[in-house]
């Protein structure tokens, strides 16, 4: 026989009380804000297929997933975030009329390495507003995020914006689609926080080729692309008839010759990643850093309408009476996330050291018709980490009282009173105490030991003659004053404010 | 001894569990890595002793209190995570792939230096267009864009999705195999393979080649122990040290030659001063002179008497010590490989300590 405790999962906690008590105020509070700007409930399941992160949420969210085969074969994940799933709902169901707005709460999951402040289960709260591609909709959603932080009483966040539409627009103009495109967009994060130069290091890792081959394209003479399509089909049919497997020699072909004339050449990719590093350098105060960001995208040709949707987000904040001394531009804000397309932010608290962040969210115009809606609609949203909220209002003093698990302890001086007892708890639950009943059968010094250590303010004891009379003995713990009074002056009895 | 548990499982696996037993060590005794770690530990001085071919335990001369359990490497992992057997051989391949990162295995000594083995992306012959990962994500997402999904054949799922994930391929479906997983794309269970490789014959047999950057993990045997046995258990640590010690000294060796030469010279002091002054010559500390007594026909003349020097050199410099010593006027030089080379302490020793967080013993 084992006898060993069975250990929690790593990356796991288990939350007591008064913490467990307090992350639950702290979503309950997230949902009261949210509904208050007219959000509304939307509960998603924790099990989805794998499919679903896969198709677009990126790097840092599959590399990441809790993905398993059931037992019908499926492939499932635990979900990893709330918004994709969100999302699906919407396509199966679309709603009559546009926009919508949902809010959602309740675990997610992710294989990291624990650390504190980073827990493989943990619980996301946000909403999501879909059908609205005005700037507006990004300030609400910016301003009921900061909002609700404001309600919960938290001071010291900061507000991070950026766009990741200012680097989209660029890789259009330089053509680079594809495979190529979404490694770009999913590293301006990795190139913000670790620089230019390891996101070049991962690029040569995952494609070796990629400079040594474009470097010598230029000098090639130019071979006649038939004589090599020609070429490799007299290679592939001496392999034998069926060496390609599933992949057709035409196929083969076509991408041999695209290796031989990439759209995209290595001068192009140079200019890509220095683009990279100037944009990923951005970041101050929203006037100063948009100034910059506007001269960056003169230098390139770019279009500034990214940096004047920022500019209008950032007035409208203001406008919505959000405090934007806490608001700050940094154009390198990519949250390594691959469904984002426009606007998106972080806000993060000082207090909680590494692992600071509280939020993240943006605007995702494309993940509706990546997850099989017929057209893109114009979404956004954002979700708080529920557990650093706590941390961060406990870093700010913030941190929930000790109290006992209940206003009133009730003891039956003997087993003969104890149903009259319960009559007594019940009595006093109904007049909104919290009421413990003492079931151990314990002598009752005992039980007036286990009551003070508790910590319980109040005690009722209640004997043969208590209940012959219809009354309670109700003991004061802080003062040892004991008075006798009749079932029906509970009602009279005010709860504690806890 | 140990918990009450572990000597019921000690009785169920094994069917006996000897008085003064102190640890369980767990020895492959099938597959490819049994060979060479049988002979790995005979020339550490760790010779298993087995009675007969079909016991399943056996011992190690010098050291009572160790029961060798002879199993195959994937049962050795799963019995020290699960605490059975407090330290074992196993491959590095199937500690990653099973298990991961957890807490109950730790790593003692992560090289063993035999059972080297890449567990590599293997792509059909044919697929010219195919040599780097960033083409085999173009393939996969070609495949995706027609309804398919790119098929991976391996033994090893988790290391090949984390690999296949982190390298931006997201679209593929794995396809499990406990053998033959290099035919597999031959013979159309799947479009590519992930498995190990030493010399790379069965992949060319299969008409598979690597990809430039296709290496997820190097591999090769390595030991590991039971973190709550060795955090608890100071005999079983003790044991442990012994062990470590002659693996780490016979593996600091395996480098390194012991020369000695004949010179002639005035005094020890003057020979070991001319040797000191080459990094050739100096050997991992410095050269032993002693006096060498000869017969009358080959007596000291005026260039001094014969002294023979001994210094311990990286086999790297052995030419360039040899080379060094006859510019000195060495002569007789003899080279031996060294069988062990222990310095003042073992790393690994301190490196378990530090890990399990226990003080010295």
Same mark, same amino acid.
């Given at each position: ?124 709260? =946000? ?142 990719? &140079? ?70 397309? =426009? ?43 529920? &557990? ?39 009595? !006093?639950?109904?007049? =909104? ?40 003995? !109700? ?24 | ?41 005979? /020339? ?36 020290? /995570?699960?605490? #059975? ?12 792939? #099973? ?45 995706? $864009? ?88 100071? $005999?079983?640590?003790?044991?442990? #040290? ?5 693996? $780490? ?20 002091? $003057? ?19 002693? #006096? ?70």
């Amino acid at each position: 026989m084992e006898r060993r405790p069975v250990e929690r999962v790593r990356g796991t906690q288990d939350s007591w009380a008064p913490e467990a008590q307090h992350l639950a105020i702290i979503r309950q509070q997230l949902e009261e804000t949210f509904a208050s700007y007219g959000y509304s409930r939307i509960d998603v399941p924790v099990l989805e297929p794998s499919e679903l992160h896969l198709r677009k949420s990126g790097l840092e969210i599959i590399s990441k997933l809790y993905a398993f085969e059931d037992q019908g074969g499926r492939q499932l994940c635990l979900r990893p975030e709330l918004t994709a799933s969100v999302v699906r709902a919407f396509v199966a169901q679309p709603p009559p009329r546009l926009p919508v707005r949902l809010f959602s709460s309740g675990p997610v999951f992710r294989y990291e390495r624990p650390s504190k402040g980073r827990y493989r289960q943990f619980t996301q709260s =946000g909403v999501e507003l879909i059908g609205a591609d005005d700037s507006a909709a990004d300030a609400e959603v910016i301003s009921l995020a900061m909002h609700a932080l404001d309600q919960l009483g938290l001071r010291e966040y900061v507000v991070t914006l950026g766009h990741v539409g200012i680097l989209g627009q660029l890789l259009t103009n330089l053509g680079v689609v594809g495979r190529l495109r979404t490694f770009f967009v999913e590293n301006l994060e990795e190139a913000r926080r670790r620089g230019v130069a390891a996101v070049r290091r991962r690029l040569v890792d995952l494609d070796p080729e990629l400079f040594e081959q474009r470097a010598e394209a230029a000098p090639t003479v130019a071979t006649d692309d038939r004589q090599v399509g020609q070429a490799v089909a007299g290679l592939l049919s001496a392999m034998g008839g069926d060496a390609l497997g599933r992949r057709s020699e035409s196929e083969v072909v076509e991408r041999i010759l695209l290796k031989q004339h990439p759209a995209v050449g290595a001068s192009t990719v &140079e200019r890509a990643l220095n683009f990279m590093d100037r944009l990923a350098s951005i970041r101050g105060e929203p006037s100063t850093a948009l100034a910059e960001g506007r001269a960056l995208l003169v230098e390139y040709q770019l279009d500034d309408t990214p940096l004047s949707d920022l500019q209008r987000v950032v007035d409208l904040l203001e406008g919505f009476g959000a405090d934007i001394s806490n608001v700050k531009v940094d154009l390198g804000l990519g949250r390594g996330l691959q469904y984002y397309t =426009g606007t998106v932010f972080e806000i993060d608290h000082p207090g909680l050291g590494s692992e600071s962040q509280l939020c993240g969210g943006g605007r995702y115009d494309d993940l509706s018709r990546a997850l099989g809606a017929r057209q893109a609609l114009p979404a956004l949203g954002f979700a708080f980490g529920v &557990e650093r909220i706590r941390l961060a209002l406990e870093a700010e003093g913030a941190a929930p009282r000790s109290v006992p698990a209940a206003d009133v302890f009730v003891i039956p001086a003997s087993q003969a009173q104890m149903a009259y007892a319960a009559q007594v708890a019940h009595r !006093l639950r109904r007049a =909104g105490l919290q009421t413990q009943l003492d079931v151990t059968a314990r002598p009752l010094r005992n039980a007036l030991t286990f009551a003070d250590r508790e910590g319980f303010r109040r005690v009722v004891v209640v004997g043969e003659a208590e209940a012959r009379d219809g009354t309670l003995r !109700l003991r004061d713990m802080t003062d040892s004053a004991e008075s006798t009074i009749s079932l029906d002056e509970i009602a009279s009895l005010a709860p504690e404010s806890r | 001894m140990t918990s009450l548990v572990s000597k019921e499982r000690g009785r169920v696996y094994l069917g006996c569990r000897m008085n003064g037993e102190v640890l369980r060590f767990g020895v492959p005794s099938k597959g490819r890595n049994a060979e060479p770690a049988h002979q790995f530990l005979e /020339a550490c001085g760790l010779k298993v002793r087995r009675d007969s071919e079909r016991q399943l335990t056996a011992s190690i001369g010098g050291l009572p209190g160790v029961t060798v359990v002879l199993q195959r490497s994937e049962d050795i992992l799963i019995q020290v /995570a699960d605490g #059975r057997i407090d330290l074992g051989i196993t491959g590095l391949d199937i500690l990653r792939e #099973r298990a991961g990162e957890r807490d109950d295995t730790i790593i003692l000594y992560e090289d063993l230096g035999f059972s080297r083995a890449d567990l590599v992306v293997e792509v059909p012959d044919s697929w010219v267009d195919v040599s780097t990962l960033a083409d085999l994500a173009d393939v996969a997402a070609s495949m995706r $864009e027609s309804g398919e999904s790119l098929r991976v054949a391996t033994s090893f799922p988790n290391l090949t999705r984390r690999f296949f994930y982190e390298k931006g391929i997201s679209h593929f479906s794995l396809v499990r195999a406990e053998g033959g997983v290099e035919a597999a794309p031959a013979m159309g269970f799947a479009d590519i393979a992930v498995d190990l490789t030493t010399t790379g014959v069965t992949l060319r047999e299969n008409h598979l080649k690597v990809l430039r950057n296709g290496t997820i993990l190097r591999s090769q045997s390595c030991l590991v122990g039971n973190r709550r046995a060795l955090t608890t258990g100071r $005999e079983k640590r003790e044991v442990v #040290r012994r062990i470590l010690e002659l693996i $780490e000294a016979h593996i600091r060796a395996r480098t390194f030659y012991s020369v000695t030469a004949n010179l002639r010279g005035n005094s020890e002091a $003057e020979i070991a001063q001319a040797l000191l002054t080459s990094p050739a010559t100096r050997g991992k500390r410095g050269p032993t002179v002693a #006096r060498v007594y000869t017969t009358p026909d080959s007596a000291d003349g005026d260039d001094g008497a014969w002294f023979a020097a001994t210094i311990i050199v990286d086999g790297a410099f052995l030419q360039d010590a040899v080379d060094h010593l006859r510019v000195a006027g060495g002569s007789d030089i003899t080279v031996t490989p060294v069988k062990y080379l222990f310095d003042e302490g073992s790393q690994c020793h301190e490196a378990m300590l530090a890990a399990l967080g226990v003080s010295h013993d």
